[in-house]
């Protein structure tokens, strides 16, 4: 059983199905299938990863995407439109130089600009006015973007062909463990048996694990995403602005899509505070001065389950049966097909798959832990 039914949860549940053959498999989502995070992202997908661990678990995750759509027939608008990260001092170029050779090493791409190269893809940024000259970037090209709400349907739709359930309004109110193994969840239409349970609940890990127990290293936060009007095409890729936090791209309905930094105080509310808006927009105008033009069609929050050092939990718990995949931040989305598969890998062989050997729960206490810098947010900072 899955209890979460977001792009995490129905792709280990698709993956179980079609790797391990196993499809007696129940999806159980509180709400509607997508209306987590999987939903409310900015669709950024990459493996621009340092730390080993970390960047071939991306990395595996970026060639899932690559042939995602062949693989469940389903149109996900993966596109691989290139992430560029900005940096905009001589201390950022080195460390994004060892980041892009960290990569290469990994077999990921990476490619370190000159500040005309940036230029030349992107004329409109201001250069030399700006308090934070942009000096050059380490691009990506086969990062990009993927449709989320589509990668949700489709595979939702390739498990439930796989003879697999997925219960929408079903909330887990309960996990009910015996003698140290799981024996299923009580839920809001009533106890389902399960003999393995696998939450993947980003956003309400630690709630869902404190039904077992189990006190999670994990804050959880809110994050905010904007959308401007539509507007021709402009911004040829995605771009992260390296003197603050912010980032943006353009949909293929035309409306410039960008977010920054998390709110920065614990919240299950899924919205935002106005503080964070204006450090958004601040981020923005300083990247970019003609955003000031456009108006503001939509704003959200999502819940970001922040791990203490960044990285994922993908790993057995001390309950036997019981498994848990967390602590996504906020750059779960990219994660999702390589998330799903090693959780599947996971939850069928009950060992870890290489990918996801050091996503474990204990790193916290043994202090092996995955302290990637330069990706988001810092987690333990906040
Ligand atoms: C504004 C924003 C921008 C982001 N941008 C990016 C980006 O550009 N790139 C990127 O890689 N990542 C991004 N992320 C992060 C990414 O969206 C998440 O890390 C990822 O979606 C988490 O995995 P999921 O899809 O399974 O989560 P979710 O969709 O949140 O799935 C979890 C599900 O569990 C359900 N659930 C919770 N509790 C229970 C319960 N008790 N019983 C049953 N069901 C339950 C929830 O309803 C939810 O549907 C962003 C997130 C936000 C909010």
Redesign the pocket.
Known sequence: MI???????LATAYYLAREHGINRVAV????W?????????????RSNYLLPGNEQFYEHSLRLWKGLEQDLNYNTMVSQRGVLNLLHSDAQRDAFARRGNAMRLHGADAELLDADAVRARHPYFDFTSARFPIKGGLLQRRGGTAR?DAV?WGYARGADRRGVDIVQN????GIRIADGTVQGVE?TRGYIAAAKVGL?????SS??AAMAGLRLPIESHV???FVSEGVKPLIDGVVTFGAGYF?ISQSDKGGLVF?GDIDGYNSYAQRGSMPTVDDVMEGGMALLPMLGRLRLLRQ?????DMSMDGSPIIDRTPVAGLYLNAG?????????PA?GWCFAYTMARDEPHPSNAAFRLDRFASGAVLDEKGVGATPNLH
């Open positions: 209890v979460g039914g977001g792009g995490h949860g159980l989502e509180k709400g299938i997508g209306s987590g995070n999987a939903g409310r992202n900015t669709t950024i997908i989320h949700v079903c909330e887990v109110t839920t993947a609940c980003a956003g309400n709630r869902v994050l905010q995403a980032y977010g959200w929050g999502g819940i970001m996504w931040c906020y750059g779960g989305f990219k994660a999702t998330s």
